[in-house]
């Protein structure tokens, strides 16, 4: 029941920035975490980034730390990744995702993607 629409994807060059958006509906029982998955063509998906579904924790992988950073906003039910100093190695299909946990990195629902491409 729960559906998650991604935007904001497209093609940028190797230190700019991007902002990817993520709305939800369909939940309004649940308070699940809200994140960002990844997965370039022939790879496994892997996780991004997490938050809270009050937004007072996140978490972010190795790779992207320091350079991503997740939000959400409550009221408009929107999760946003701010990309910047992407690298090549940041192309992918990226997954607006809800979690059950985010110690676990355990997704339950998710969007159809969106494709980020840098270039160098």
């Known amino acids: 029941q729960v559906q998650l629409v991604e935007s904001g994807g497209g093609l940028v060059q190797a230190g700019g920035s991007l902002r990817l958006s993520c709305v939800a509906s369909g939940h309004a029982f649940s308070r699940f975490a809200r994140g960002w998955f990844r997965q370039a063509p022939g790879k496994e998906r892997e996780f991004v980034a997490a938050i809270t579904w009050s937004g007072g924790s996140t978490t972010y992988s190795d790779s992207v730390k320091g350079r991503f950073t997740i939000s959400r906003d409550i009221a408009k039910n929107t999760v946003s990744l701010q990309m910047n100093s992407l690298k090549p190695e940041d192309t992918a299909v990226y997954y607006c995702?809800?979690?059950?946990?985010?110690?676990?990195?355990?997704?339950?629902?998710w969007g159809k993607g969106t494709l980020v491409t840098v270039s160098s």
């Open positions: 995702a809800t979690l059950t946990s985010t110690v676990t990195r355990t997704a339950n629902y």
